[in-house]
């Protein structure tokens, strides 16, 4: 599905010992993970993203805390997402502008299609409304 969407991953465990939650490259992601990346201490009140990609596929995560996406696909729809359990994974296509927001100490890890690339970026919004795939 070439659109953002939530994948439930599998939770291995027990109420009574914890969880594990495991993201094979292929397996439960559309793309090869060449990269990996996490972010952390982001203050309430900060919004980050503000950008989309013109190649990156991403599944994100909140391991810990709860994350909320807004998204917008070039053909102006826009959708919410909110992450609030490490077992879900929000599967980012590219071409998707993203604002995101976060809980108190929420940490988010993403799977990368893609090494780290700035050329990749649209940062600008007027720039991303106007591409033209
Ligand atoms: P950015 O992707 O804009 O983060 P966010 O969407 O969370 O606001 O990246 C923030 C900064 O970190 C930017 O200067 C680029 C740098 N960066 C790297 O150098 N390598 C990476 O893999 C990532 C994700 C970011």
Redesign the pocket.
């Known amino acids: 599905m070439d659109i953002p969407h939530i994948i439930n991953f599998s939770k291995i465990g027990s109420q009574d010992l914890g969880y594990i939650t495991v993201a094979e490259t292929q397996k439960d992601t559309p793309f090869d993970i060449k990269?990996v990346?996490w972010?952390y201490y982001?203050p309430q009140d900060v919004i980050?993203?503000?950008?989309a990609h013109k190649e990156l596929q991403q599944v994100i995560f909140a391991v810990s805390g709860t994350i909320e996406f807004n998204t917008l696909d070039l053909q102006g729809n826009k959708d919410t997402f909110i992450l609030d359990s490490p077992s879900k994974g929000l599967y980012i296509p590219k071409l998707i502008w993203?604002d995101?927001k976060f809980s108190h100490s929420a940490v988010?890890l993403?799977l990368?299609s893609e090494?780290?690339d700035?050329a990749d970026?649209f940062?600008d919004f007027e720039e991303f409304k106007n591409y033209k795939k």
């Open positions: 990269r990346y972010t982001t980050r993203g503000g950008h993203r995101i988010l993403c990368a090494i780290y700035e970026y940062r």
